[in-house]
């Protein structure tokens, strides 16, 4: 089977034919960022326009690099949420435009199933597992007992990793997005600012990053006030130490006690190299089966979103022409 995703959820416009469910025939993603860039985020605004003008040639693209024609195609999956509504509902008309024109299914996908399902697509996801969700909006521990089932057993409080990354960059006076900014500049500095590890209850999955990011802020103007300024890459390692270490401790206590043997990781984060290691070691300390997507699956991309579409696809999880954009989307 043949399928058209789209991705529309932020500031990349995004889509992708998929084989059954697992197979890349193309992904073509267009992204925005130098538009957002001197705004240091995502305008909401420009996002949308920007999908409006490229999302026909982006899907005209993906169609013509997987070398398919509408006739070949036997769905189109879209992300229905969560993101931007304004961004989401310019994928969403495309997609229900394409199904109704060319007279097949609809399957709306939810993002975050997309970014566990990037897994899929490097080795077949294999259950019950854990997924540990790291993005720009998203913190969360995922118990997946078989095949599109979500069970959410944690997930932050407050600020999503991803989001942390990007203010700590922007407080040292790094380009947005500071994620990978950040990541490359912990790994010429020392975790030598002892920045609090926050863990919650003892018996908690869930997340809290503010208290690290108030922390780095404070440690850079206290030390300002005294006119010093602290090591910038001390302060990129120490945070990504703090952030990594309760992100993996956390990770390896759900895999235990929920007996599983498979993690996966998903999000823009799991592209951070200090996690990456932490999890390669831990994983292969416990004797745990670890897949991480590369770099260009971890972003946002449409392949993912076929990928998770496709398990919708296979059981007839259809979704019909009242299909709309949902900011608040939750996980299913
Ligand atoms: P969501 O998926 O929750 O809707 P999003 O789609 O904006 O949010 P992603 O595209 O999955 O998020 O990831 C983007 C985030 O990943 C940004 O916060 C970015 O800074 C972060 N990021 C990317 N690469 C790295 C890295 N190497 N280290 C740390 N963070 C990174
Ligand atoms: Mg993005
Ligand atoms: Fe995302």
Aim: glycine share 10%; hydrophobic share 45%.
């Amino acid at each position: 089977n043949v399928l058209l995703a789209i991705e529309t959820s932020c500031d990349e416009t995004a889509a992708a034919v998929i084989e059954d469910g697992k197979t890349i025939r193309s992904s073509v993603v267009a992204s925005q960022m130098e538009s957002h860039k001197r705004f240091g985020g995502v305008v909401p605004e420009i996002a949308s326009r920007h999908h409006v003008e490229v999302m026909t040639i982006v899907m005209e693209q993906a169609l013509e690099e997987a070398g398919v024609t509408p006739e070949d195609l036997d769905g189109v999956c879209v992300t229905e949420g969560p993101g931007l509504v304004g961004a989401l509902l310019v994928g969403v008309n495309a997609a229900k435009a394409a199904a109704f024109a060319w007279d097949v299914p609809l399957i709306g996908v939810h993002h975050i199933a997309g970014h566990i399902y990037a897994n899929h697509l490097v080795e077949p996801l294999e259950f019950p597992l854990i997924a540990l969700v790291v993005s720009g909006g998203h913190t969360e521990l995922v118990y997946m007992p078989e095949d599109g089932v979500y069970e959410k057993i944690g997930e932050t409080r407050d600020d999503a990793v991803g989001e942390a990354y990007d203010k700590v960059a922007r407080t040292i006076g790094l380009p947005y997005p500071g994620g990978p900014h950040v990541d490359k500049l912990a790994a010429e500095g020392t975790d030598s600012l002892g920045f609090p590890r926050v863990r919650l209850e003892a018996d908690s999955y869930d997340f809290s990053f503010s208290g690290l990011k108030s922390a780095v802020i404070n440690t850079l103007h206290n030390a300002r006030q005294k006119g010093e300024e602290p090591e910038q890459a001390d302060i990129a390692a120490s945070f990504q130490a703090a952030a990594v270490d309760v992100l993996v401790e956390k990770t390896m206590r759900a895999v235990k006690e929920h007996g599983v043997s498979r993690l996966v990781v998903a999000g823009g984060v799991a592209a951070n190299s200090g996690l990456r290691q932490a999890l390669t070691e831990a994983a292969e300390k416990e004797d745990v089966q670890l897949t991480i997507p590369p770099l260009s699956l971890c972003t946002d991309n449409a392949a993912m979103i076929g990928a998770a579409g496709y398990v919708r696809f296979r059981i007839g999880q259809f979704s019909d022409d009242r299909l709309n954009g949902v900011p608040g989307l939750e996980l299913r």
